[in-house]
C-alpha cells in the first residue's frame, strides 16, 4: 500500500448576512393628514447584502394589499388614491441575512376644495352684476380669470389667494338669467393638489329690481 503523506489546507473564513435594518423615519410621516392623491412613499432602513423591499398598502389595519414587491430602493409610488380616504402602510425589508418587518404606519389623503360662499349669492335676483367673489373651503392654487365663465364667457381678470376670496371681474351681461360656471380647470387644494370639481349656480339680472339702500 502507497502511503504519500498528508496535507493540510488554509484555514478559510465566511461571515453571514445580519438582518437588514428596521425601516423607520417613514415620508409622509406616520399619521399624516391632508396628503396628495398621488404620493412616492420612502423610508429609511438599508444594511447589509442589499436588501430589497415588499410594500403593503390598504385602507385595512393591518395592510394586505401588496402595492410594491422587492423594490431596490426605499421608496414606492402609490398611483391614484381616492380623496378623504386613511390608509395604512409598512415595509418588509428582506436580504439573504433574513427578513425584518416594519411598523403599520397611516396616512389620510386631502379633500377636494369646494365653494363655501360667493357674493352676490347664488340663485339670487340682483340689479348689477360685473364682480363675483368666491370663497373656497381651502387654499387653493391655480385660479386664473377664465376659470369662471358668465354665459359662457370667461372673466377678464381675478384677484385673491389662498381660500379667497377670489374676486372675478367682467362686462355686465344681458338681462334675464345669467349661468355661471367655476371648472375644475387647474384649481386645486395647496399643497395636496387635490382637484377642485368645479360647481355652478344662476342669478336673475334685472336691472330694475330694487336694491336695499341701508338696514336699520
Not at 395592510?63 to 421608496?75: I, R, T, Y
Request: aromatic share 8%; proline share 8%.
Amino acid at each position: 500500500t502507497d502511503f504519500c503523506g498528508t496535507v493540510e489546507g488554509p484555514v478559510w473564513s465566511f461571515t453571514t448576512c445580519a438582518l437588514p435594518n428596521t425601516p423607520s423615519n417613514p415620508v409622509p410621516l406616520d399619521a399624516a393628514q391632508a396628503q396628495s392623491i398621488d404620493l412616492t412613499l420612502t423610508w429609511s432602513s438599508g444594511g447589509e447584502c442589499s436588501p430589497t423591499y415588499d410594500v403593503y398598502f390598504d385602507t385595512v389595519n393591518p395592510p394586505e394589499a401588496l402595492l410594491c414587491q422587492d423594490a431596490s430602493s426605499a421608496q414606492c409610488q402609490t398611483g391614484a388614491l381616492a380623496t378623504g380616504t386613511e390608509y395604512f402602510w409598512k415595509v418588509v425589508a428582506k436580504s439573504s441575512g433574513g427578513t425584518v418587518e416594519g411598523p403599520i404606519w397611516s396616512l389620510t389623503t386631502d379633500t377636494p376644495p369646494t365653494v363655501t360662499s360667493e357674493t352676490p349669492p347664488r340663485d339670487t335676483n340682483v340689479n348689477a352684476l360685473t364682480t363675483i367673489q368666491v370663497t373656497f373651503s381651502k387654499s387653493v392654487a391655480g385660479v386664473v380669470a377664465g376659470d369662471l365663465t358668465i354665459n359662457g364667457a370667461g372673466a377678464s381678470s381675478v384677484g385673491g389667494s389662498g381660500a379667497g376670496p377670489y374676486t372675478f371681474n367682467f362686462s355686465q351681461p344681458a338681462e334675464g338669467n345669467v349661468n355661471i360656471a367655476l371648472g375644475a380647470g387647474a384649481i386645486a387644494a395647496s399643497p395636496s393638489a387635490v382637484p377642485f370639481a368645479g360647481d355652478s349656480w344662476t342669478y336673475n339680472l334685472d336691472s330694475t329690481a330694487p336694491t336695499i339702500a341701508s338696514e336699520t
